[in-house]
């Protein structure tokens, strides 16, 4: 009897843990996203023409997602290449005024890893800085639309592009910089 009873003992405990295994790997799971190291979204936008949020898709989960809108009059303001930090990173990233006055952080030939909740942001601080925070006053922009390509982000009206020093891709999730270029003034 006492050896059935340490049997039943036995079993359920075997149960209890492999139930813990379990949900510890769909958490897991669900947090670290590792599938994203192994896949890409491609997206390739024109330079919109205008500023309003209306005219910013964002594109479905779809490999690539490409917008034809067609470029108009603009200036570029400031712009700098990307420097990777917990991640390879690289393109450039320039800050346009479009033709309605509005602005744009515009990322081109951009490659980085695709992540689980990673954000485009304007910082105060350069780009080796942001490696420790963004710092205050950063202001976000939207959710990165693919790990690849071109790709426009609205700066919110009334936010002045030129009081900020880097642009920055930044997992929400796991508070770390995947990369940063800073901002300096274009030439030409």
């Known amino acids: 009897m006492s050896q059935s009873r340490s049997v039943r003992l036995s079993r359920r405990t075997v149960l209890t843990f492999l139930l813990v295994l379990v949900v510890a790997a769909g958490l897991g ?4 996203q590792p599938w994203k ?19 910013q898709t964002e594109p479905t989960r779809k490999e690539t997602a490409i917008s034809s809108r067609p470029a ?24 346009v005024r479009l033709a309605d006055g509005g602005h744009v952080l515009r990322l ?6 695709d992540g689980p909740d990673v954000r485009v942001y304007l910082s105060t601080r350069d780009a080796d800085a942001v490696k420790t925070g963004l710092g205050d006053g950063a202001v976000e922009l939207g959710k990165l ?11 919110p009206a009334g936010t002045d592009p ?4 880097s642009a920055v891709l930044w997992c ?10 800073d901002l300096s003034l274009a030439t030409g």
């Open 29 to 32: 799971l669900a947090v670290f």
């Open 145 to 155: 639309k693919g790990n690849l390509g071109n790709q426009n982000y609205t700066v």
């Open 37 to 55: 190291a192994f896949t890409n979204t491609e997206v390739n936008e024109a330079l919109p023409a205008s500023s309003s949020p209306s005219t």
């Open 72 to 95: 108009v009059a603009q200036k570029g303001l400031a712009e700098g290449r990307f420097v990777a930090h917990e991640h390879a990173t690289s393109g450039i990233a320039r800050t």
């Open 108 to 113: 081109e030939d951009l490659k980085t890893s």
């Open 172 to 181: 929400q999730r796991f508070s770390v910089s995947f990369g940063a270029a």
């Open 162 to 165: 030129s009081q900020f020093r």
